[in-house]
Each structure stands twice: as structure tokens, then as C-alpha cells.
């Protein structure tokens, strides 16, 4: 949760770096938590659907590509931990994929 004082000075139109990555941690949070609370595993690939969208929603905020996002990660301990990613931990998982998921729009068009 966002403290009191976080959320006044945001309202006010001040927000310091440390205070950012505090609404981001939060977020983070929220958003592993609902998507994994939204989408029961049954099938392998389940496990991948989840995390891709919670690796492509932390990216939109970030407003990071894929590879700066995955060296963003790496370097912020709190937001891995926060994002409890288990199969998309490397930029190569996310790729192979994201490669996977494209083959299968394509032949699902076809």
C-alpha cells in the first residue's frame, strides 16, 4: 500500500525518485498478485500466458523494450522479487516465447 504522505505529495504534483519507485513496487505487487489470482494454471503453458502479461504490463509502465526491461530487472532485486517470476526470468525465456506465441497467431490466421 501507497503511505499517506506518498499519495499527498503525488496529488500535489511532487514526486521524488524514491517515491516513484515506491508506487512502483506497490504496483508491481498488485499486478503479480491479479494476474495470477485471475488465470488458473491447468495447462503447461499457463504458467508463460500469466507472466507474459505481467512482464508486458510492468513494461507499458516503465515504458521500457523487452531487453531494457529484462536489464532493469536484473539490476532491482525488490521488483524480481515483487514480480516472483518463475518461467520469463531472462530476456532468452521471453523471446523464445514471444516467438512461440507469434507462430501460433500466425498459424491460428492461416
Given at each position: ?17 524514491d517515491?516513484f519507485w ?37 513494461r ?22 515483487a ?6 526470468k ?21
Open positions: 500500500m501507497i503511505p499517506g504522505h506518498v499519495a499527498e505529495k503525488i496529488n500535489r504534483g511532487e514526486m521524488t525518485e517515491e515506491i508506487v512502483a513496487l506497490n504496483f508491481a505487487r498488485v499486478v503479480s498478485e491479479k494476474a495470477r489470482g485471475m488465470f488458473r494454471v491447468k495447462e503447461k503453458y499457463d504458467d508463460y500466458i500469466i507472466e507474459y502479461y505481467i512482464v508486458e504490463t510492468m507499458f509502465f516503465f515504458g521500457f523494450p523487452p531487453i531494457l526491461f529484462y536489464a532493469f530487472l536484473r539490476d532491482h532485486k525488490e521488483l524480481r522479487e514480480l516472483n517470476l518463475k518461467v520469463l531472462t530476456f532468452s525465456n521471453y523471446e523464445e516465447f514471444r516467438k512461440k506465441l507469434h507462430r501460433l497467431k500466425v498459424k491460428i490466421n492461416n
